[in-house]
């Protein structure tokens, strides 16, 4: 079964798209270091207990793969593949429409999201989506349940 995971906010607690909106600093290798110190959500450990290799989809930079790709390490998160936006900062007329690009270029189940304008677009364009709040593995398997293996 083939899901799309959405990165900051769905996996972690924190979001990068909200620190840059809070800080005009540009200098990325001080958002690397803030990425890498994310806390994972509750529940995310789920993936790997039901061996559930996702496509992730961020709106991260090509910039930050190396950080990001440490950070699943580190809280043992398996992914089939790592979809990250073109280097440059967050825009977010571009990450909608990258975000519908990505998920209907692969035949995903469903995704999972924690945005609701991001999640309501997908559902718009015809992707089962499913909105997580604080804890992934009970929408996890909210959407296992109503989509099926």
């Not at 001080?30 to 559930?52: C, E, N, Q, Y």
């Not at 990258?98 to 015809?126: C, M, Q, W």
């Amino acid at each position: 079964m083939l899901i799309a995971v959405d990165f900051d906010g769905t996996l972690t607690n924190q979001s990068i798209g909200d620190y840059m909106k809070t800080n005009p600093v540009r200098d990325k290798e001080r958002i690397k270091k803030i990425a890498l110190g994310f806390t994972p959500k509750k529940g995310v450990d789920i993936l790997s207990k039901m061996k559930l290799s996702p496509v992730i989809i961020t709106g991260r930079a090509e910039f930050m793969r190396g950080v990001t790709e440490q950070w699943l390490r580190m809280y043992n998160i398996p992914f089939r593949e790592l979809v990250m936006m073109p280097d440059g900062f967050f825009d977010w007329n571009k990450y909608t429409i990258y975000k519908i690009i990505e998920h209907k270029k692969r035949p995903v189940k469903f995704a999972l999201e924690d945005n609701l304008s991001v999640a309501t677009i997908l559902k718009g364009v015809g992707v089962p989506t499913f909105l997580v709040t604080d804890d992934f593995e009970k929408t996890l398997l909210k959407a296992i349940e109503e989509k099926g293996n």
